[in-house]
Every structure is written in structure tokens, then in C-alpha cells.
């Protein structure tokens, strides 16, 4: 069972909110690229709609990831690490 628990937590879907002149941005995909976990980027400096989603939900910097339901916002390795065990 502890395989399966594994599997789904890793199924968890990854958002990456970035934008091209943020330094941590640019660490967090490293990082999740460097562990092997897919994610779906959305750059606010080139994409409106992602700025404006990311806004209303009462963002105003990158990075905020979104591991499933859970948000981290800045690139916080030790929480990023726990929610993608």
C-alpha cells in the first residue's frame, strides 16, 4: 500500500506560476526538472490570462506553486520536498 500512496501523491498536478526575469523561478523548475516531476508552467510576463489568474487569486509575485490543492509561494525546497514525497 505504501507504493500506491506514493504513486498518487506524485500524480498530484504541479502548476508553476514564473515569470522571465525571476531568479527563483528559474531555481524551482531546475529543481523539479532535476527530481523528475512533471509541472505545467504559466509565465506571467508572457501570458495575460495566467497574470490575471494569478492575480485574482491574490498573488502579486512569482514563484507560487501549486502542488495538488496546496500552494507555495517563493521557492521553498524543504515544503516542496514534503509535499511531492
Not at 501523491?9 to 526575469?21: A, G, I, L, R, W
Not at 531546475?30 to 504559466?42: A, H, M, Q, R, V
Request: with cysteine; glycine share 6%.
Amino acid at each position: 500500500m505504501a507504493v500506491l500512496a506514493k504513486e498518487e501523491v506524485m500524480e498530484k498536478k504541479v502548476v508553476v506560476y514564473t515569470s522571465n526575469t525571476c531568479g527563483y523561478c528559474h531555481m524551482v523548475k531546475d529543481y523539479l526538472n532535476e527530481k523528475k516531476i512533471s509541472f505545467e508552467e504559466k509565465n506571467v510576463s508572457t501570458d495575460a490570462s495566467a497574470r490575471k489568474e494569478l492575480m485574482s487569486q491574490g498573488f502579486m509575485g512569482v514563484p507560487v506553486i501549486y502542488v495538488g490543492e496546496e500552494i507555495v509561494q517563493g521557492f521553498d525546497k524543504n515544503k516542496l520536498d514534503a509535499l511531492l514525497k
